[in-house]
């Protein structure tokens, strides 16, 4: 704790280093750890935005970077985290009916045969499941597809 009682920022931590990520961790799923390859690629990233006056950002949410007492990132798998054949997608900025079934199709059939598509809206937006013939589909669609955009329409 600081003298103000204030909880002093993990920035004085001893720093770890990164070649691995664990994201949508902590009570509200909105923390990530990234594990670099070298010590000094951590040092530099979280020095870099603690002297920074723009704040780092991903996909435009301010994120607040800091050391953790962790020096590896460890993967427990649990029986939800075992990969299936069937692809849970957030849709950003997309309300129902901007994006077709067809086109939905039309992307995710390239990785291999679409047996299902389920589409609904939930709090976190548009999203569909996407059902594959086998696990080695669906991650390799999932893989490829993350963070991509997906047109809004099939004349698009």
């Given at each position: 704790m600081s003298t103000s009682g204030q909880p002093q920022f993990r920035y004085t931590q001893t720093p770890s280093k990164v070649v691995n990520t664990k994201c949508s961790v902590g009570a509200n799923k909105n923390q990530a750890f990234v594990e670099f390859a070298e010590l000094s690629q951590a040092i530099s990233l979280v020095s870099y935005y603690v002297s920074?006056?723009?704040?780092?950002?991903?996909?435009?949410?301010?994120?607040?970077?800091?050391?953790?007492?962790?020096?590896?990132?460890?993967?427990?798998?649990?029986?939800?985290?075992?990969?299936?054949?069937?692809?849970?997608v957030s849709l950003e900025g997309v309300e129902p009916g901007d994006v077709s079934i067809d086109v939905i199709h039309l992307v995710f059939s390239a990785f291999g045969f679409v047996h299902k598509i389920a589409t609904f809206e939930k709090a976190a937006g548009f999203q569909a499941l996407?059902?594959?013939?086998?696990?080695?589909?669906?991650?390799?669609?999932?893989?490829?597809?993350?963070?991509?955009?997906?047109?809004?329409?099939a004349d698009a």
């Open positions: 920074s006056s723009e704040p780092a950002q991903v996909r435009g949410k301010t994120v607040y970077v800091q050391y953790s007492n962790r020096h590896e990132i460890v993967r427990n798998r649990s029986s939800g985290d075992v990969p299936g054949n069937v692809l849970l996407i059902q594959f013939s086998d696990v080695e589909t669906a991650s390799q669609a999932g893989n490829q597809l993350d963070g991509r955009s997906v047109p809004r329409h």
